[in-house]
T-cell receptor, first 116, second 109 residues
Framework: GAVVSQHPSRVICKSGTSVKIECRSL??????MFWYRQFPKQSLMLMAT?????????EQGVEKDKFLINHASLTLSTLTVTSAHPEDSSFYIC????????????FGSGTQLSVL | EDKVVQSPLSLVVHEGDTVTLNCSYE??????LLWYKQEKKAPTFLFML????IEKKSGRLSSILDKKELFSILNITATQTGDSAIYLC?????????FGAGTQVVVTP
């Protein structure tokens, strides 16, 4: 099956710092990657859709300047949480589709962000 | 507004029991419904359903879709402790996925 690698798996940072999370498709090219946020015992909430070579499409209510997404290549998308605050603490997870129709998603292992 | 609703939110069963998970949806531009198993962190793919009435099976797991009544069920027979996880249902609206809240299944020895 397709493999999506996400790094780091856990990060603790001070309030006001920026944190970068990487999502890589290891054995396929991902035209589209998706970024989700998940609170404990809640569902995955789509934050943005990342397309290679173009600007990400953000969901309503997600701050573009707060959550910077870069999809510079067909195998790498990054999410940068800028000027992190405690309320940004959450589980962030990426997914990628290996087909143009985005029919099936493969997920990264997620990143648990804790902002002190 | 599109929505995906899963029920129950959680359940506890004994090993060997059968569980049935429900997922109902209201979305525009439906393409497929997918089931994922989330243990610890990353969801893993179970099934993708696009047509009504065709049961998909994988070992002790099976799933079926009803596009008229807008729901799907996921069955797990002869449950094992390794089946303990959150089961997520997602509906694909042509590349945009909306997830349900998940059903937490706990299988006790």
């Amino acid at each position: 099956g397709a493999v999506v690698s996400q790094h780091p798996s856990r990060v603790i940072c001070k309030s006001g710092t920026s944190v970068k999370i990487e999502c890589r498709s290891l054995d396929f090219q991902a035209t589209t990657m998706f970024w989700y946020r998940q609170f404990p015992k809640q569902s995955l909430m789509l934050m943005a859709t990342s397309n290679e070579g173009s600007k990400a499409t953000y969901e309503q209510g997600v701050e573009k300047d707060k959550f910077l997404i870069n999809h510079a290549s067909l195998t790498l998308s990054t999410l940068t949480v800028t000027s992190a605050h405690p309320e940004d603490s959450s589980f962030y997870i990426c997914s990628a589709s290996r087909d143009r129709g985005n029919e099936k998603l493969f997920f990264g292992s997620g990143t648990q962000l804790s902002v002190l | 507004e599109d929505k995906v609703v899963q029920s129950p939110l959680s359940l506890v069963v004994h090993e060997g029991d059968t569980v049935t998970l429900n997922c109902s949806y209201e979305v525009t531009n439906f393409r497929s419904l997918l089931w994922y198993k989330q243990e610890k962190k990353a969801p893993t793919f179970l099934f993708m359903l696009t047509s009504s009435g065709i049961e998909k099976k994988s070992g002790r797991l099976s799933s079926i879709l009803d596009k008229k009544e807008l729901f799907s069920i996921l069955n797990i027979t002869a449950t094992q402790t390794g089946d303990s996880a959150i089961y997520l249902c997602a509906v694909d609206s042509w590349g945009k996925f909306q997830f349900g809240a998940g059903t937490q299944v706990v299988v006790t020895p």
